[in-house]
């Protein structure tokens, strides 16, 4: 087949909006720029997005059903993002309190990434082939197993925004596969008393003024800062921003993290309310193509990996919007196909790159 006719077979669909998200992260990014007089991200982002179409279309030529039929291959590939995220611990150097990523010259790499793909082909894998079983317990503890080994790495690494992300995986995915709702409102009980020990025992004293910090919001020039700049920022833009590299929180420096866990707060402020709802609407067309995949799979595999992708989309969209909002503490989520971030870009496309074999072989 010509490349040409194979790119016709594409879902472009799902390609149109991921870029134009890049794009609006780049967009952003370029602000960010201006303001520091430093354009090493932006010129990296622009490296990483065409690094993730690339491996996007590369990873379409590959039949899904190799993962879907290779438990060992699986299983393997969950063992090396394990190795990688207790590596973290030993190998990656320590940044702002936390051991993160692992350097490579100029480029960082986060193994929560991979991981999360990999999570979501493994437990798509696992209740693909348990499914008119879901009614017995132990598939719902076997499977919390296998998430519960990267959450303890990634809690200690710390990173709790991590964690969410890798439970809402696990919990969608239960909730997709047909989970009682008893054995649900068991799981959140469960949830709610692991909370209270992590709080009492676990979690470090500037977590916990995360938290704090959310729930009162007083302590301006201390642990409100982050917050209460985002809410300055995002109300300063109004209905049409204040245009491109005009923001004054981005451009004075009172944004903190405008290029990652804050960069909603960018667009909000340059593009205004019409920017935020188009964001939103192309966001939304997104997720929506990632299900219509679901919906429109033939058998449980497909169905649930494409489940398991919108799942974290919308986690992470849903928590960095409500950091930023102030709805939520700040556990530093980034926003998916927006923030800067190679790791994060990549994996994505590589997530698109499976639902383009899905949707192609279907």
């Not at 077979?9 to 780049?26: E, N, R, T």
């Not at 150097?93 to 929560?112: A, F, M, V």
């Not at 700049?229 to 004075?252: D, N």
Request: net charge positive.
């Amino acid at each position: 087949m010509a490349f040409g006719s194979y790119l016709k077979k594409l879902d472009w669909g799902l390609i149109i909006p991921a870029c134009l998200l890049v794009c609006f992260g780049l967009v952003a990014l370029y602000s960010v720029a201006v303001a520091k007089s430093d354009f090493g991200n932006f010129n990296k982002q622009i490296i990483f997005f065409v690094v993730g179409l690339v491996i996007m279309v590369a990873v379409s030529f590959f039949d899904y059903k190799i993962l879907k039929n290779n438990s060992y291959l699986i299983l393997i590939l969950y063992g090396m993002c394990l190795l990688m995220l207790a590596g973290l611990h030993f190998f990656a150097p320590e940044i702002k309190g936390t051991r993160g990523w692992y350097k490579i010259g100029i480029l960082s790499l986060d193994p929560i990434e991979p991981m999360k793909i990999v999570l979501v082909v493994l437990l798509a894998k696992y209740f693909s082939m348990r499914h008119v079983e879901m009614y017995k317990i132990r598939n719902i503890i076997f499977s919390g197993l296998y998430v519960l080994l990267p959450a303890l790495l990634i809690f200690i690494k710390p990173d709790i925004g991590g964690v969410m992300v890798i439970l809402s995986i696990w919990l969608g995915i239960l909730l997709v596969s047909g989970i009682k709702i008893k054995h649900f409102l068991i799981l959140g009980l469960c949830f709610v008393l692991v909370a209270g020990f992590a709080w009492g025992f676990l979690l470090k004293d500037y977590q916990k003024q995360r938290v704090t910090a959310f729930l009162f919001p007083y302590d301006y020039l201390g642990a409100s800062w982050s917050q209460n700049q985002t809410k300055i920022s995002i109300g300063s833009g109004q209905i049409f921003g204040e245009g491109l590299a005009k923001g004054s929180q981005v451009q004075y420096g009172f944004l903190p993290e405008p290029h990652t866990d804050f960069i909603f707060s960018v667009i909000a402020e340059e593009w205004g309310m019409v920017g935020v709802i188009f964001l939103f609407l192309v966001y939304g067309y997104l997720v929506w193509r990632v299900l219509k995949i679901a919906i429109q799979s033939q058998s449980n595999f497909p169905r649930l990996f494409a489940s398991g992708f919108a799942i974290i989309l919308t986690a992470q969209f849903f928590i960095n919007i409500g950091m930023n909002l102030s709805f939520l503490p700040v556990v530093g989520i980034y926003l998916p196909f927006i923030s800067y971030g190679g790791s994060g870009l990549i994996g994505n496309f590589v997530s698109l790159g499976i639902l383009q074999s899905i949707k192609i072989r279907k």
